[in-house]
């Protein structure tokens, strides 16, 4: 989704300023996430659920602030910029949580 929105931003005109900030906050979410969900394996593994859940509840909560607190900054500074960068994260949000609910829908599971 980001490779996508680039060519937008910069077709349009909106801040790039937006668009780094926005960009570097969701991959260093995501690569944070991926940690959590490593730790959450092998927490599981070793038979740890409370631990598991507590990692990747501490892993979406931090994702969450983190892009907000770096919008918020970016708004801060620029205000075209800082909407220009919310309107990203709201993108990526809507395309993540599509995904994931698709990815869902047909995943092979159990049959009733």
Request: charged share 15%.
């Amino acid at each position: 989704m980001l490779a996508v929105a680039l060519p937008v931003f910069l077709a349009f005109g909106f801040p790039m300023l937006g668009y780094a900030v926005c960009a570097g906050a969701w991959l260093l979410g995501r690569g944070l996430h991926l940690l959590a969900e490593r730790h959450a394996a092998a927490s599981l593994r070793d038979g740890n659920r409370r631990g598991a859940l507590g990692v990747m509840a501490m892993a979406k909560l931090g994702r969450v602030w983190l892009v907000a607190l770096a919008i918020l900054l970016v708004g801060l500074s620029e205000r075209e910029a800082g909407l220009a960068a919310a309107l990203l994260a709201a993108a990526l949000v809507t395309a993540m949580l599509a995904g994931q609910g698709l990815a869902r829908l047909f995943e092979p599971g159990e049959t009733p």
